[in-house]
């Protein structure tokens, strides 16, 4: 069973920039496709990058486009969100999600379609 831990979260100011970290443990890693969600207070999570296996192919959230990028390092088992130009409205706890097995592609900006959720780390972008 692979284990998700979210790491560099933190506090930064607008048009600042951050990193996340998505730490997996399970050797099957690297089989899986992996996503970026978040949610902010009274919203409903919502979907913000994803990575094939391979990392090949990816995929953002319109509000994201241009500003994040998702990659991974399947010899580290580890996931990144470099999160760049941050506005106050990227406030929101950040989470990791490995795909379900078999997952098609078009359908992984649904959060019904991962299994496995990391804690989550809270990205605050406030003057």
């Known amino acids: 069973q692979v284990q998700l831990v979210e790491s560099g979260g933190g506090m930064v100011q607008p048009g600042g920039s951050l990193r996340l970290s998505c730490g997996a443990s399970?050797?099957?890693?690297?089989?899986?496709?992996m996503g970026w969600f978040r949610q902010a207070p009274g919203k409903e999570r919502e979907f913000v990058a994803v990575?094939?296996?391979?990392?090949?192919?990816?995929d953002y959230a319109d509000s994201v486009k241009g500003r994040f990028t998702v990659s991974r390092d399947n010899t580290k088992t580890a996931v990144y969100l470099q999160m760049n130009s941050l506005k106050p409205e990227d406030t929101a706890v950040y989470y990791c999600?490995?795909?379900?097995?078999?997952?098609?592609?078009?359908?992984?900006?649904?959060?019904?379609?991962?299994?496995?959720w990391g804690q989550g780390t809270q990205v605050t972008v406030s003057s």
């Open positions: 399970g050797r099957t890693f690297t089989s899986y496709d």
């Open positions: 990575i094939s296996w391979s990392g090949g192919s990816t």
């Open positions: 999600a490995k795909a379900r097995e078999g997952s098609t592609w078009r359908f992984l900006r649904y959060p019904s379609r991962y299994d496995v």
